[in-house]
């Protein structure tokens, strides 16, 4: 693959985490940002219901300890997955 000028991209490493949890956990946490944890979300989970299950859940708890920076972070995700998911199907229409 290749930019605009021609010149070849580097390669892109993307650690992933063994569970969707952990990725949600790096991110409420502060250690990824909501962007590279959706990535990471969707890339280890084995279907769509299971990580927007796990999703739910972990906003869910954070809202139930009051910690309201975490679940700031994880609403986040949740707002660029529906943003990605109204994008994609306002263009299938």
């Known amino acids: ?4 000028s021609g010149s ?3 390669p892109v490493a993307l650690a992933l985490p063994e569970k969707a949890e952990d990725a949600l956990t790096q991110c409420a946490q502060g250690e990824s940002p909501p962007e590279v944890a959706l990535m990471q979300l969707l890339a280890v989970s084995p ?3 299971a990580a927007q299950r796990a999703l739910g859940s972990a906003i869910w708890d954070a809202l ?3 910690e309201s920076s975490m ?3 994880l609403g986040a995700i949740h707002r660029l997955w529906e943003g990605a998911r109204r994008m994609v199907h306002t263009a299938l229409r």
């Open 1 to 4: 693959m290749s930019n605009v």
């Open 8 to 10: 070849p991209l580097p």
């Open 47 to 49: 279907s769509e219901n």
């Open 71 to 73: 679940t700031e972070r």
């Open 64 to 66: 139930e300890k009051g």
